[in-house]
């Protein structure tokens, strides 16, 4: 009985922490005969350095990067989905997961639902394979900054750099052109009160820049592909020795 009662209470702790993760990251692990894969979620704006307001939906970097983390070192997880609903929020914070999930050998499909806005350009293209429904909307716009700005040069070069690393990440995770990207953020008269382009699904894909239109099984069925690629590759490498 004693033996029942553990094993009953370490399924119950696996469950909890499950939840627990669900809850607080917006993470989910899932595993098939066909692979096993980490879900991320990432909504609402992006959190930085400074923390936003409780009503606020965020999803915090601190949290997020020890998860890709965990998923690279696991000999387990198999491939990584990230799911993207966000207005966007702190550059480089955004920049920094984006990053991460780039050097990543671990097989990693994107799939934007609702809206990939702003800094959620860089982290929809940042897979291996990126993916966009078609009702999907994603807004591109020069980088904007909050708060008291100094009316000097400095503060103008400054911006044209973080310009320049979010549109070479852009270019070099996707197969836009730079004349294209550039294009759409400077393009005026579509936003109300600023500058940019709101591109949908459909054009996402003709630009270059989001690799498929589709949604959750398309992106599953693409990560199943690699994973058992990958399964095939280690068997090879196995019986060669």
């Not at 098939?32 to 894969?37: E, F, V």
């Not at 998860?67 to 920049?95: F, H, K, P």
């Not at 940019?196 to 239109?213: C, K, M, P």
Request: hydrophobic content about 40%; aromatic content about 4%.
């Amino acid at each position: 009985m004693a033996r029942e009662k553990s094993a009953g209470e370490d399924t119950q702790s696996v469950e909890s922490r499950e939840l627990q993760e669900i809850k607080e990251l917006g993470a989910a692990y899932a595993k098939s005969d066909k692979g096993s894969i980490q879900c991320l979620t990432i909504v609402g704006q992006v959190e930085g350095h400074q923390i936003l307001p409780e009503d606020n939906k965020t999803t915090k970097y601190e949290h997020v990067m020890p998860l890709l983390a965990a998923v690279e070192e696991s000999d387990e997880i198999e491939g990584l989905l990230v799911m993207l609903n966000t207005m966007g929020g702190d550059v480089e914070a955004g920049l920094g997961i984006a990053e991460l999930i780039a050097s990543m050998k671990t097989p990693t499909a994107s799939l934007v639902l609702g809206g990939g806005h702003s800094i959620g350009v860089p982290l929809a293209v940042a897979a291996k394979r990126s993916f966009i429904a078609p009702s999907a909307a994603m807004t591109i716009h020069p980088v904007r900054l909050n708060g008291v700005v100094i009316g000097v040069p400095q503060t103008y070069n400054y911006f044209g750099k973080i310009q320049e690393r979010i549109v070479k990440f852009i270019t070099d995770n996707s197969n836009i052109s730079r004349k294209k990207i550039t294009e759409y953020m400077m393009k005026t008269g579509e936003l109300a009160a600023d500058v940019g382009t709101v591109i949908y699904g459909e054009e996402a894909v003709q630009s270059g820049l989001i690799d498929q239109l589709g949604g959750l099984s398309d992106a599953l069925d693409w990560l199943h592909g690699q994973i058992k690629l990958n399964r095939r590759r280690r068997i090879k490498k196995t019986s060669k020795k």
